[in-house]
T-cell receptor, first 117, second 113 residues
Framework: GAGVSQSPRYKVAKRGQDVALRCDPISGHVSLFWYQQALGQGPEFLTYFQNEAQLDKSGLPSDRFFAERPEGSVSTLKIQRTQQEDSAVYLC???????????????FGAGTRLSVL | SQQGEEDPQALSIQEGENATMNCSYKTSINNLQWYRQNSGRGLVHLILIRSNEREKHSGRLRVTLDTSKKSSSLLITASRAADTASYFCATGGLTGGGNKLTFGTGTQLKVEL
């Protein structure tokens, strides 16, 4: 089966533009996570979905960021009015849930590298 | 914010040598995991150790966990050029039912032929 797929792989945006980043998780994975990775740093948590429910959005840096997963599979991270500080790699990860407890291992996509000019 | 720090930040060794990376974290944890990231790629899970475990092995990998010191180490034995990558520790905690990972700052490992 396919792994986590993210698109586009690279995105260049002019400051002030809106962008949408897509994540296709592994089929059947209930949990989906978004992380932001700045250059030379470890990933930082943005938000978490269980099926279509966004259960944790504590890591979203501002109200310009929002994410959705309307049918419990594909997710989109949208950034409005992009700023230079939004430049980073955005990683999506999914994990299965088993008997109501989340599996601990996350499977990551290759990421979308966003450059805001 | 990052959970903790890893050291060294960068490590360069010869093929066949062992590589040891250390990770410190700040809060109580449910589990600690190590991930590898090749340049321009996503992260790949290597090994998980739970808070009630002290040591775990997987192939050429050995992980230790000391919850009293809030630290962990990853040992890669008999390193290969293909092990060249960045290595991150990540601590897991339940949040709203999920297992949000909090990553360290990473160690860049270079294995030279």
């Amino acid at each position: 089966g396919a792994g986590v797929s993210q698109s586009p792989r690279y995105k260049v945006a002019k400051r002030g533009q809106d962008v949408a980043l897509r994540c296709d998780p592994i089929s059947g994975h209930v949990s989906l996570f978004w992380y932001q990775q700045a250059l030379g740093q470890g990933p930082e948590f943005l938000t978490y979905f269980q099926n279509e429910a966004q259960l944790d959005k504590s890591g979203l840096p501002s109200d310009r960021f929002f994410a959705e997963r309307p049918e419990g599979s594909v997710s989109t991270l949208k950034i409005q009015r992009t700023q230079q500080e939004d430049s980073a790699v955005y990683l999506c990860a999914s994990s299965p849930t088993w008997y109501g407890r989340p599996r601990d291992i996350q499977y990551f996509g290759a990421g979308t590298r966003l450059s805001v000019l | 914010s990052q959970q903790g720090e890893e050291d060294p930040q960068a490590l360069s060794i010869q093929e066949g040598e062992n590589a040891t990376m250390n990770c410190s974290y700040k809060t109580s944890i449910n589990n600690l995991q190590w991930y590898r990231q090749n340049s321009g790629r996503g992260l790949v899970h290597l090994i998980l150790i739970r808070s009630n475990e002290r040591e775990k092995h997987s192939g050429r990998l050995r992980v230790t966990l000391d919850t009293s010191k809030k630290s962990s180490s990853l040992l890669i034995t008999a390193s290969r050029a293909a092990d060249t990558a960045s290595y991150f520790c990540a601590t897991g905690g339940l949040t709203g039912g999920g297992n949000k990972l909090t990553f360290g700052t990473g160690t860049q490992l270079k294995v030279e032929l």
